[in-house]
């Protein structure tokens, strides 16, 4: 396993993300462990495809990516992608200030 420090991360990412193809990379900050790196298409291996859809949707619910991104991130289709995310009880669309506005607009259309 390959180790580095955060300065050297800062100052070289390719290289940890070269040695991460063939094996987990420690990060430590202050000499301490503090973080991992995996590369999520030879380190993960049989895990693969269970570990992406649950990434990409936390990235999705944490508003890190859309949902195309995610989508693509996940390995499933975007309908597919859609179900993972209503089996996980996630929003796809987060009301706002102005969603109650338009709504406000519609009943008044409507009526």
Do not use: C
């Given at each position: 396993?390959?180790?580095?420090?955060?300065?050297?991360?800062?100052?070289?990412?390719?290289?940890?993300?070269?040695?991460?193809?063939?094996?987990?990379?420690?990060?430590?900050?202050?000499?301490?462990?503090?973080?991992?790196?995996?590369?999520?298409?030879?380190?993960?291996?049989?895990?693969?495809?269970q570990?992406?859809?649950?990434?990409?949707?936390?990235?999705?619910?944490d508003?890190?990516?859309?949902?195309?991104?995610?989508?693509?991130?996940?390995?499933?289709?975007?309908?597919?992608?859609?179900?993972?995310?209503?089996?996980?009880?996630i929003?796809?669309?987060?009301?706002?200030?102005q969603?109650?506005?338009?709504?406000g607009?519609?009943?008044?259309?409507?009526?």
């Amino acid at each position: 396993m390959y180790a580095t420090n955060v300065r050297n991360l800062k100052r070289n990412p390719s290289e940890a993300l070269r040695h991460a193809e063939s094996a987990p990379v420690l990060i430590l900050k202050g000499n301490q462990p503090n973080a991992l790196l995996l590369n999520l298409k030879t380190t993960l291996g049989e895990y693969d495809e269970q570990l992406r859809p649950a990434l990409a949707a936390s990235l999705f619910k944490d508003k890190v990516l859309s949902l195309g991104a995610a989508a693509k991130i996940s390995g499933l289709s975007l309908s597919e992608f859609i179900d993972h995310l209503a089996q996980l009880d996630i929003d796809i669309v987060t009301p706002d200030q102005q969603t109650t506005k338009e709504l406000g607009i519609l009943d008044s259309w409507i009526s």
